[in-house]
């Protein structure tokens, strides 16, 4: 039986490298906030207590912990001391909590739940710190191991002398140890040191005096890396969108130009989908099998069925669920709006607020106009339709299953099923006007060259 898990996520520190109003651990990796991928990997390893420690007056991020987590996951460092003094600061939150301790930084998005797994894993009777081998140590704690490579201590680069600094394993951030034993050591760390903080890292050499053994395991440097500004948050996007990318592909999904084509974390595309260059996909996208997206289209927020033909230039917008068969073509704007089996918007469309029956066909520049500077207003249109080209449909209007609408028609009134709606002037035709209107031209200029 594995023992019951707490997580505490450190998000006090000011950030202030972002040059940012927003706090740094909100800025988004592949469309979700620094800390929710935290809080995600806490969720995932099965942590039964979850905890972030907020800088007070963080409002924005009080309330992003209470809508993820509730207002019980909310612990405020009163002033960032250190990191050790951070994680004291979640103890009243944490309570009477009996198992393991994993403390993970918000700032560090990229570590995967095998990663946690494998540090708890080599939990002995001291902490587990997950190490990396970056290829700059620069400013990383190093990790001082003894000749069994069993873990004595961790020093800060600034507080390192040349040998240690020389050490090429370094600390991630990552903690963990038995609850109990964890909070006790990280409450006896002083703050003597370079920077005059109490560092987390500290209960390491604590535990050792204690005749402790501390473990660590190994992370890739890609996964650990900490992201500090923004040169570092593109860094860790970059790396987001590859994971991304591969496992799309190893799911079966086809990208032409793979480093062309945007993720979001939440992007579900089932094999045989094509996704050609130029691809962004927002927030909410879910696409089932055998569907082609175009170059250049952009699509958040819609769930498609299979075998859909999307793009090229297309602009599918929240709300939108097309059924199988669908065809949206270039530049057609979809905004919530269903479309049933096969139903088709070949060109240069805004389709909003509509409800669009199977095998409907929408005309070129079809628009429909579903906003009064207001309130949005619905249109429904039935199975088996035809919207004539430049169609302007005033909702909320319905069109009638097979009905058609003529070309360049406004519709303002409900169309019956299989009847045909001519809203638009008659065409009024003059024979020999042409003709007339040239010759007096060509009259009134001879005489303009003759004076
Ligand atoms: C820390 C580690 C270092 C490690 C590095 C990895 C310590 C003492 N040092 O250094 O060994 O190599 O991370 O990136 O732990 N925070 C608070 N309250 C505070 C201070 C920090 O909540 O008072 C939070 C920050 O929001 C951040 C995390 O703790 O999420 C790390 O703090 P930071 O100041 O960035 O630590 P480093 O100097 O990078
Ligand atoms: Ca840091």
């Known amino acids: ?39 995600s990997v806490a969720r995932s390893i099965g942590a039964a207590r979850i905890v972030v420690v907020c800088a007070p007056g963080a409002d924005v991020v009080h309330n992003y912990v209470r809508k993820e987590l509730g207002e019980a996951a909310i612990a405020i460092q009163s002033v960032p001391l250190g990191t050790a003094h951070a994680l004291l600061a979640a103890k009243s939150a944490l309570g009477d909590f009996d198992g393991d301790l994993a403390v993970l930084f918000a700032d560090t998005p990229l570590i995967k739940r095998e990663t946690i797994e494998n540090l708890l894993a080599s939990l002995t009777s001291g902490v587990s710190v997950l190490g990396f081998e970056p290829e700059e140590p620069g400013a990383y704690g190093r990790l001082v191991l003894d000749g069994d490579g069993s873990l004595l201590r961790i020093v800060e680069a600034k507080d390192a002398g040349e040998e240690e600094k020389r050490i090429t394993l370094c600390n991630s951030g990552v903690m963990c140890g038995d609850a109990q034993t964890f909070l006790r050591l990280v409450g006896a760390v002083g703050n003597n040191n370079a920077k005059g903080e ?4 500290d209960v390491v050499g604590l535990a050792v005096k204690e005749g402790r053994r501390n473990g660590f395991a ?3 440097a890609e996964e650990v890396a900490g992201v500090n500004g923004r040169a570092e948050l593109a860094e860790a996007e970059a790396v987001f969108q590859a994971r991304a990318r591969t496992s799309a592909m ?71 669920q097309l059924g199988s068969k669908v065809k ?90 299989d009847a045909l709606a001519l809203g638009r002037a008659r065409q009024e035709v003059k024979l020999g006007w042409a003709t007339r209107f040239r010759a007096g031209k060509r009259a009134a200029q001879s005489k303009t060259s003759e004076d």
């Not at 992007?267 to 927030?283: H, M, Q, R, Y």
């Not at 309130?375 to 080209?389: C, E, L, Y």
Request: aromatic share 8%; hydrophobic share 40%.
């Open 218 to 220: 190994r992370a890739a």
């Open 198 to 201: 109490y560092y987390i890292t």
């Open 250 to 320: 190893d799911g079966g999904v086809t990208l032409r130009s793979p480093e062309d084509v945007f993720f979001n974390w939440d992007t579900e595309l089932a094999n045989d989908v094509i996704v050609e260059p130029g691809v962004i996909f927002g927030p909410g996208v879910r696409i089932a099998a055998g569907s082609i997206i175009r170059g250049f289209s952009h699509l958040e927020g819609v769930v498609i069925g299979e075998n859909c033909e999307i793009g090229p230039f297309a602009r599918l917008r929240p709300g939108t």
């Open 1 to 39: 039986m594995t023992r019951s898990r707490a997580v505490v996520i450190l998000a006090a520190g000011q950030g202030t490298r972002m040059k940012s109003t927003l706090p740094k651990v909100l800025h988004k990796v592949g469309g979700r906030e620094m800390l929710g991928w935290a809080i």
């Open 328 to 417: 949206i073509g270039n530049f057609v704007e979809v905004k919530k709006t269903h479309m049933g089996e096969g139903a088709k918007a070949s060109h240069l469309s805004y389709l909003g607020d509509a409800e669009i029956g199977a095998a409907a066909n929408i005309g070129a520049g079809t628009i429909t106009c579903n906003y009064d500077g207001y309130d949005k207003f619905k249109t429904v249109i039935g199975p088996g339709a035809f919207i004539g080209s430049n169609t302007a449909l005033v909702a909320p209007v319905t069109i009638g299953s097979g009905a058609y609408t003529g070309s360049g028609s406004v519709v303002t009134h409900d169309v019956e099923p």
